[in-house]
């Protein structure tokens, strides 16, 4: 498999995002896709360079950069994205999944959200299933992969060590997400585990959305709906497409399905 490589129909990276002197010692060469709808999006393009050239957090900086430079063995050809990864889908996507943040071998490698491991294979395929992507697959971030009226994101946009990112690297990235609701401005948010639940209700909080006090609970199933003058949001809680989960039982494809097509439903509304 080859690296990220940047399309001539996606939109330019984002300045000074080219060469490794961006990068430091180590990263890699090349432009990740990214978010191709970002094309149609000034403001969505401007949030994506902001995104990719931020060092906001030292310990997550340095983790994703290491684990680019050790590799799986797996990967060991391939060149690692190593930096923060953008949202990817429907830039006026009316459904916004809410994750936690990229894998270490995954999104942190192909620069993709989502994109290159088991959870993304689970996450993509159902997107596939409901109509909502045009191919069940998610490899690298050139494969072709369209998302229609979706988008996915997370509330940090670092790998972190063993998938914990502190309170304050989630208070230091909650900006990027703050940006991404108000630009591509959802009406249902699929909230894949209490990570992200909490980091969206925070989030929504502090954009003036009336979220109750105390907040709800997350739950798989779970269905809060938030309001801010005219506006509504519809959450709903799906346990995370990690491994643990998909492997064990506790998150099916059938449930999956089950809240994206409840998802599509509440969009439609
Ligand atoms: Fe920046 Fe967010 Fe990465 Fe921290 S987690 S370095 S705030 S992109």
């Not at 009406?187 to 954009?207: E, I, M, N, P, S």
């Not at 998909?246 to 809240?259: E, H, I, K, N, S």
Request: net charge positive; aromatic share 6%; hydrophobic share 40%.
């Amino acid at each position: 498999m080859s690296g990220p490589r940047h399309r001539s129909d996606e939109p330019a990276p984002p300045p000074g995002a080219r060469g490794p002197a961006a990068r430091g010692p180590g990263a890699p060469t090349t432009i990740p896709p990214g978010d191709p709808d970002a094309a149609h999006s000034p403001a969505l393009a401007s949030l994506d360079a902001d995104v990719v050239e931020c060092r906001r957090c030292p310990r997550l900086v340095a983790w994703r950069e290491q684990v680019g430079r050790e590799r799986r063995a797996a990967f060991r050809d391939e060149t690692y994205w190593a930096r923060p990864v953008p949202g990817f889908g429907d830039a006026a996507a009316r459904i916004l999944v809410v994750g936690l943040a990229p894998a270490a071998h995954g999104a942190n490698r192909t620069g993709r959200m989502f994109t290159g491991d088991r959870s993304g294979d689970f996450l993509f395929a159902a997107m596939h299933r409901v109509g909502l992507a045009n191919q069940p697959t998610s490899v690298s971030a050139d494969d072709g992969l369209r998302l229609t009226g979706i988008r996915a994101t997370a509330p940090v946009r670092c790998a972190p060590p063993a998938n914990k990112p502190t309170p304050d690297e989630r208070r230091a990235c909650a900006p990027f997400l703050a940006r991404e609701l108000e630009i591509v401005d959802p009406r249902v948010a699929v909230v894949l585990g209490a990570f992200g639940w909490a980091a969206l209700l925070d989030t929504l909080r502090d954009l003036g959305w009336a979220v109750p006090r105390p907040a709800p609970r997350f739950g798989h199933g779970a269905e809060v709906v938030v309001h801010r003058g005219p506006r509504t949001l519809t959450l709903l809680g799906c346990f995370h497409v990690s491994q643990q989960n998909t492997f064990t039982g506790r998150l099916t494809p059938d449930m999956l399905d089950d809240v994206l097509r409840r998802a599509q439903a509440l969009a439609r509304d």
